[in-house]
Nanobody
Framework: QVRPVESGGGWVQPGGSLRLSCTAP????????LGWYRQAPGKQRELVAT???????NYADSVKGRFTISRDNTRPTGWLQMNNLKPEDTAVYYC?????????WGQGTQVTVSS
């Protein structure tokens, strides 16, 4: 099974920005829904943002106005632009690609926000 691969995580100070990438070679990206999720230590995995195959986006209330999900179906790659990061955004961030046939998760990338 082909899995998406995340990159772009790291450490950043509060107020900083990071851009996460999700590459999905071998997956029919244009007909897939793209999702970003995160899991903080001791907490359940939660939805951050989604982009349906027809371009409808959805964001968790906690990230609205700060995070932006986007994609390029020709690459195929998706991104999560994260601005004005807060310590509570610290988590492992996962990309999920859902085709009409299956859903695939990446292995995650760590984002740490601290001073």
């Amino acid at each position: 099974q082909v899995r998406p691969v995340e990159s772009g995580g790291g450490w950043v100070q509060p107020g900083g920005s990071l851009r996460l990438s999700c590459t999905a070679p071998g997956i029919v990206f244009r007909s897939s829904a793209l999702g970003w999720y995160r899991q903080a230590p001791g907490k359940q995995r939660e939805l951050v943002a989604t982009d349906s195959s027809d371009g409808i986006t959805n964001y968790a209330d906690s990230v609205k106005g700060r995070f932006t999900i986007s994609r390029d179906n020709t690459r195929p790659t998706g991104w999560l632009q994260m601005n004005n990061l807060k310590p509570e955004d610290t988590a492992v961030y996962y990309c999920k690609v859902t085709t009409p046939w299956a859903a695939s998760w990446g292995q995650g990338t760590q984002v740490t926000v601290s001073s």
